[in-house]
């Protein structure tokens, strides 16, 4: 049996120790408030058990791993309509990037970029009654958890200075790949990213793409072959130009955050997520990265 306990207590000790721990983002600036020493790691088996270390409860903000729930929301309405406005291909570039829309009259490479995001965005703008509203209910609903909250400060933060995402925005706008109004999407996604959630409730939400598409209540939101899809994307698009790295170091499907968040999964095997403020040029967590290399190896499960 392994001794999953002591390696993410292991692990926690030996990074907190680390001297060199990157950079909190700051272009959104309620996120640079944050300590760069935190670290936070939580582990949720499918059999039900589940382990901590440091701070695994306290709610941060989860921005870009957002974009996989609200995948998996858009991919319950439409499964593979989706397909026919964003593609599943890895960017190779970073998160904001977008010469790609140009080239690609306006389809964004996948889901997990800023511009693909904001496309499933406009899905769900176009498909929920209460778009916000009713987007916070599924979070609550897959993690069990009615106490997961929206940041409105953290919004309203993206809100002024988003430019970037303005830009993707109205560049999708311009080649007929957003239906809804620009300024509707990009409430909805930015609210969207300013989910507040603890590393154990992110790996509770996470639970039904490891359990083919069935949540911790056994309720089923998406299909297998949806859940398998979703993980594909996460492999190979869930850390923008460093996807290729985080599948060397570590070795499973998983989705970063600018907020210092990380969630992996093996399917049918167990989620695990960590917190750490701290970002790598890439704009990935730089000890949560680190955190997972370690506990993949230490425990030898990763999908390779
Ligand atoms: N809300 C952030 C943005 O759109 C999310 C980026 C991220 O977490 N990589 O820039």
Redesign the pocket.
Known sequence: MVDFQGILNSIHDDLKAEEVKGIV?S??PELSKKDVNTLGLFMQHVDGRSFSAGDAFTPFSI???SKVLALSKAIAYEDNKIWERVDVEPSGNP??HLSLLELENGIPRNPLI?SG?LVIADILVSHLENPKEDFLNYVRDITNDQTIKYNFKVADS?EST?F??FAAAYLLKSFNNLNNKVEDVLDF??HQ?SLEMSCAQLSKAFYLFANGGKCMKGKKHITKKQAKRINAIMLTCGF?DEAGEFAFEVGLPGK????GGIVALLPNNFIISTWAPGLNPR?NSLIGMQALEQFTSQTNLSIF
């Open positions: 983002a272009y959104i921005q870009s791993i998160f904001n800023n995001a993206e988003g970037n995402n996604y930015f990213c923008y970063s955050g600018v907020g704009g």
